[in-house]
């Protein structure tokens, strides 16, 4: 069974930078598509960015664009988020989500704080 774990959240003044990683276990990494989402305390979880199997395309939260940049390097089975002009408002726990045919997996998550 694949697994996925994310990496490289903290604590962050607003105008920073993060950059998020979700290292997938196990072979056919490539196949998947990969997605980035966050819960915020209180709020309902909600999508942030996704990124086809290829790398080819992909879409964000109207919230996130111009700011986050979502990739992927299947050689190393890891996604990426890069977080820029980073907000009090993006303060959530930011988790990646794997799809394949009907199988759905996640990550545990990774918590972001946006502070000053």
């Known amino acids: 069974q694949v697994r996925f774990v994310e990496s490289g959240g903290g604590v962050v003044q607003p105008g920073g930078s993060l950059r998020l990683s979700c290292a997938a276990s196990?072979?056919?990494?490539?196949?998947?598509?990969m997605g980035w989402y966050r819960q915020a305390p209180g709020k309902e979880r909600e999508l942030v960015a996704t990124?086809?199997?290829?790398?080819?395309?992909?879409n964000y939260a109207d919230s996130v664009k111009g700011r986050f940049t979502i990739s992927r390097d299947n050689a190393n089975n890891t996604v990426y988020l890069q977080m820029n002009s980073l907000k009090p408002e993006d303060t959530a726990v930011y988790s990646c989500?794997?799809?394949?045919?009907?199988?759905?997996?996640w990550g545990q998550g990774t918590q972001v704080t946006v502070s000053s």
């Open positions: 989500n794997a799809r394949y045919l009907w199988y759905t997996y």
């Open positions: 990124i086809s199997s290829s790398g080819g395309s992909t």
């Open positions: 196990g072979s056919r990494f490539s196949r998947y598509a």
